[in-house]
């Protein structure tokens, strides 16, 4: 049998052709994309949480700023973005907003304190007590009425002026007396308004009475005289003689003479 070289060439070129184009073919449809199916869109994130805002005060302030020992003053606050306020000085908590009356016995300062996650925040004010006045001094003392401490005084205090015999003058021992006495009465009529004083003339027994009635009148002015010169008013100081008429001491001798010639002071009656 013989077989025709170029018929099966042109079979076999034919054959090589058509598995060249199904190999392409298949190339192709192997590169295509794959279909798209359609889904749901995710949803969108949630927003950030906001930050917690810082407690804030507005105002505080005490009025008065300044008070009296026992006057009052009051607190007055404003306060935001807290819910946790106190105050010192023992009030404690306290609304957010407010007024409170405090009596402080001296200057204090208080302190509120607002409270918030996003920070804290205080403030202060000072109450300013002032301090009280001084007391008055006391008023002086009446001056006491004397008429009885006053005669006490001058029996105690007061000193007799004794004279020699037949004389109304003064000696050296009876001018000291004279100087005590005028210190006496001084403290005396200054304490007492209505005081005055006698100055009694004394002599001793011997001679007429109407005589010594006059020597002890004199010895009596004598005295007086020298009160007055010592800064005594006359208008307080009266004289009475009383001669012989009243002895302190009744021997017959000279020790005895000698204490009744005298001058001696007496309240007024």
């Known amino acids: 049998m013989r077989i025709n070289i170029r018929a099966l060439s042109a079979a076999v070129f034919a054959a090589m052709l058509l598995l060249g184009a199904a190999g392409c073919k298949k190339k192709v449809a192997a590169a295509a994309p794959p279909p798209v199916v359609a889904t749901e869109a995710p949803p969108p994130p949630p927003p950030p949480a906001a930050k917690p805002q810082a407690a804030r005060i507005d105002t505080f302030v005490a009025e008065p700023a300044s008070i009296d020992l026992g006057q009052s003053a009051t607190l007055r606050w404003t306060v935001a973005n807290s819910t946790d306020m106190s105050i010192d000085q023992n009030i404690g908590a306290v609304q957010a907003n407010g007024s409170r009356q405090v009596s402080p016995t001296s200057t204090a300062t208080y302190t509120l304190t607002a409270r918030s996650a996003g920070g804290n925040a205080t403030r202060s004010v000072t109450v300013n007590v002032n301090a009280p006045p001084p007391p008055p001094p006391p008023a002086p003392k009446p001056k006491p009425t ?124």
Do not use: W
């Open 146 to 269: 004397v008429t009885i401490s006053g005669a006490d005084m001058l029996t105690r205090e007061a000193q007799d002026a004794y004279f020699d015999y037949d004389s109304s003058e003064l000696r050296e021992d009876a001018r000291r007396a004279a100087t005590v006495n005028a210190d006496v009465l001084k403290r005396i009529f200054a304490a007492d308004s209505s005081f005055n004083v006698v100055i009694e003339g004394h002599a001793d027994e011997r001679g007429s009475a109407e005589y010594n009635l006059g020597l002890g009148d004199r010895r009596a002015t004598a005295m007086k005289d020298m009160l007055v010169q010592l800064g005594l008013p006359a208008n307080r100081i009266g004289t009475l003689t009383l001669g012989k008429e009243r002895p302190v001491c009744t021997e017959a001798n000279e020790v005895c003479y000698q204490k009744n010639r005298r001058a001696h002071l007496v309240p007024a009656k």
